[in-house]
């Protein structure tokens, strides 16, 4: 986990270690749907240079749709938007039909592209979503995730149910060195950059400052904090396993604060309320800390 400052107005000496707490911060980690702040910049600098028209509408077909448990994804029927409709539910709820849709569109390669471009070489989109939930169900021993999920809503023996954990932790998808993956400090320097307007154009990265600053759930880094801070966040989870969230924290005095924080655990675990308040906890040590020494 690492919170150097974000203040674009102070923003500090990323190589001072008196500017940041970590924990493993180089450690490669699962993504999940914190990939979605890299997608979103390069979707809205798409936007803003032409090669994305915001009004262009596309066809959303419930057979073929990428699932997922919110937003288009959960819809029931056939449906349509506009490209520029769908960056919102992607941050807000993470909506994984709508991160295809965009993803697919601007294309693996620039969202690849911009992520070296900002120096961040350890992040790295492997595949859409869609692809993803397919190779969990493939590697968990199932034709596809309609199966997987079924299987997982009804009733196992212990040992059969043990099986499919040992096979799901091992999986592609849940694969730092094979998955779609970043870092903790990559993450906060992405946050950083958007923050101090130098990810993409100046309206690129107030626009996306303003869409994370909508995210639905205010369960993870939020949880640490009273109203008086400020929070702009991306939730991240995948299969109970993984459970993540990285924003920009402002404190009431007006000074901001990345923070990445990424979380694994060896087995799908079910009371995933603790590990939110977990995440809410470390965020707020952190950027007390980093408050202190200012």
């Not at 073929?64 to 992607?90: C, F, H, Q, Y």
Request: negative net charge; glycine residues 8%; proline residues 7%.
């Amino acid at each position: 986990m690492a919170a150097p400052p974000a203040d674009p107005g102070d923003p500090g000496d990323p190589a001072d270690p008196g500017s940041r707490v970590e924990v493993d911060a180089e450690l490669a980690v699962v993504s999940a749907s914190v990939v979605e702040v890299l997608v979103a910049l390069e979707v809205l600098a798409a936007f803003a240079d032409g090669r994305l028209a915001p009004g262009e509408v596309v066809e959303l077909p419930a057979a073929g749709r990428t699932p997922g448990p919110t937003g288009l994804s959960a819809s029931p029927g056939d449906t349509s938007a506009a490209l520029g409709e769908l960056v919102a539910p992607m941050l807000a709820v993470s909506d994984n039909a709508a991160t295809d849709v965009l993803l697919r569109r601007v294309g693996l390669d620039a969202v690849n592209r911009r992520a070296r471009s900002l120096g961040l070489p350890g992040t790295v989109v492997v595949s859409d979503l869609a692809t993803m939930i397919a190779s969990l169900a493939a590697d968990t021993g199932f034709p596809d995730w309609a199966a997987m999920d079924r299987w997982a809503g009804a009733e196992q023996s212990p040992a059969d149910r043990a099986r499919f954990l040992d096979r799901l932790v091992a999986a592609q998808a849940l694969d730092p060195a094979r998955a779609t993956r970043t870092t903790a400090a990559e993450t906060a320097r992405l946050l950083r950059l958007v923050w101090r307007d130098e990810a993409a154009p100046p309206p690129v990265c107030a626009r996306l400052r303003t869409l994370l600053s909508g995210q639905v759930s205010r369960d993870r880094i939020a949880s640490g904090f009273d109203p008086a801070f400020a929070v702009a966040a991306e939730s991240g989870s995948l299969m109970s396993v993984v459970r993540n969230e990285a924003g920009v924290v402002t404190d009431p005095d007006g000074r901001a604060w990345a923070v990445a924080v990424f979380t694994r655990a060896d087995r799908a675990y079910a009371r995933a309320a603790d590990v939110d308040a977990a995440i809410g906890r470390a965020a707020a040590l952190a950027v007390s800390f980093l408050r202190a020494g200012r």
